[in-house]
């Protein structure tokens, strides 16, 4: 099936699970996002989203404003921009956003941060899980978290992030409080030591429950 969706109104989207719904851009060299979610009570769930492509802006595979994207796979996602992207395969920003239960794997990012996941302004991510995922030395983190967002219940592991943590986020404004709770990192590959850089760990910063890095 070969879908762009932009659900901005209520219409919620429901698949007949993963790898059975699969919406994927029908030209995959061509700079395009797969799903845009807008609403705060819409659903989009047990689906596939596979192959988002983009040269500039967040989210290639998804990108949620407000509403709930949840059980599906984000897949094989890319982005190739010089400048701060940030959430590859999916990027949530608002107080309405939420991500529940999604796997997000494989996707790809030569620039900005976040290959996998970005949060903005207070979104949330729970219960996900973030592998496999990939950068060049020009991106980081394979989950991003900025401005208050909150990454709760997820377990972030083998992705390949090159020279930084596998979790990271934006101090530079020492008033925001990004959360981490109960999540586990393990098995990522990196040139940092941690499951956040020295840069993440300090002032605006909340870690709560198990965060960890396992070798």
Not at 35 to 46: M, T, W, Y
Not at 97 to 124: K, R
Request: proline content about 1%; aromatic content about 6%.
């Amino acid at each position: 099936i070969f879908v762009i969706a932009d659900l901005l109104v209520r219409p919620d989207m429901r698949g007949e699970g993963i790898g059975k719904t699969i919406l994927k851009s029908a030209d995959s060299k061509k700079s395009m996002r797969i799903l845009s979610l807008g609403h705060k009570d819409a659903v989009v769930e047990k689906l596939t989203i596979d192959g988002g492509y983009l040269t500039g802006g967040n989210g290639a595979g998804a990108y949620v404003t407000a509403g709930t994207l949840q059980n599906c796979e984000i897949m094989n996602c890319s982005e190739n921009h010089w400048g701060g992207v940030s959430g590859c395969g999916v990027y949530a920003t608002g107080r309405d956003a939420l991500v529940l239960g999604c796997d997000i794997h494989d996707n790809y990012a030569s620039m900005g941060q976040g290959m996998g996941l970005g949060l903005a302004n207070y979104a949330v991510a729970r219960n996900c899980l973030i592998r496999d995922n990939r950068c060049t030395s020009d991106a980081r983190h394979a989950a991003y978290i900025n401005q208050y967002g909150t990454l709760e219940n997820c377990t972030v592991t083998r992705n390949d992030c090159w020279n930084d943590a596998a979790v990271g986020t934006d101090t530079g404004n020492n008033n925001y409080m990004q959360v981490v709770a109960n999540c586990v990192v393990w098995g990522n590959t990196g040139n940092t030591p941690l499951a956040a850089s020295s840069s993440v760990i300090g002032e605006g910063w909340t870690i709560k429950g198990d965060i960890r890095r396992v070798t």
